[in-house]
T-cell receptor, first 114, second 112 residues
């Protein structure tokens, strides 16, 4: 068990650019979650997948955000036309379906939009 | 809506002092409650959890008791160490909602 991994760990981009983050969950976990954490706040839920199906999206997930989990394993989160307000830590977590309350988090990707 | 409120930090203690970080929640039904810890530059680690009223979660000397009558889940440790310096997050989970709801976090700084 190598834990949840995320790549990259840090990303600096200019406003208007597109960025993509990757998350690799714990291998046997069929649920995968994305959260966003801004400075001084707790993580906020963005979306989650059960296998390859995206089952819920938060109102925080604007049209510029898209997440995929094409083969039910790793997931990507893309932000198009980034804005300064997108600067945050993006956290990925995974869980088993029958133990969904116990979520294991990755180290996060810290995004800075200049 | 459901929410979690934590005491504001930072909390600054000397090594071997007693720690309490307050957490209260607002939720219908019977949520599960959690404490997560975030060390500098790292992701969140599950510290302990409790799934029903009067349950006590414990790990690494930390403990918290699920108090439904006061809707609280306060984190305690009898003797903190410098290595406990981190941000602590209280969170709740309700079945059917599929997501954790976090408090804002409390930063703990322990000095030798």
């Amino acid at each position: 068990d190598t834990g949840v991994s995320q790549d990259p760990r840090h990303k600096i981009t200019k406003r208007g650019q597109n960025v993509t983050f990757r998350c690799d969950p714990i291998s046997e976990h069929n649920r995968l979650y994305w959260y966003r954490q801004t400075l001084g706040q707790g993580p906020e839920f963005l979306t989650y997948f059960q296998n390859e199906a995206q089952l819920e999206k938060s109102r925080l997930l604007s049209d510029r955000f898209s997440a995929e989990r094409p083969k039910g394993s790793f997931s990507t989160l893309e932000i198009q036309r980034t804005e300064q307000g997108d600067s945050a830590m993006y956290l990925c977590a995974s869980s088993l379906q029958n133990s969904q309350e116990t979520q294991y988090f990755g180290p996060g990707t810290r995004l800075l939009v200049l | 809506g459901d929410s979690v409120t934590q005491m504001e930090g930072p909390v600054t203690l000397s090594e071997e002092a007693f720690l309490t970080i307050n957490c209260t929640y607002t939720a219908t039904g019977y949520p599960s409650l959690f404490w997560y810890v975030q060390y500098p530059g790292e992701g969140l680690q599950l510290l302990l959890k409790a799934t029903k009223a009067d349950d006590k979660g414990s790990n690494k000397g930390f403990e918290a008791t699920y108090r439904k009558e006061t809707t609280s889940f306060h984190l305690e440790k009898g003797s903190v160490q410098v290595s406990d310096s981190a941000v602590y997050f209280c969170a709740l989970f309700k079945g059917g909602y599929n997501k954790l709801i976090f408090g804002a976090g409390t930063r703990l700084a322990v000095h030798p």
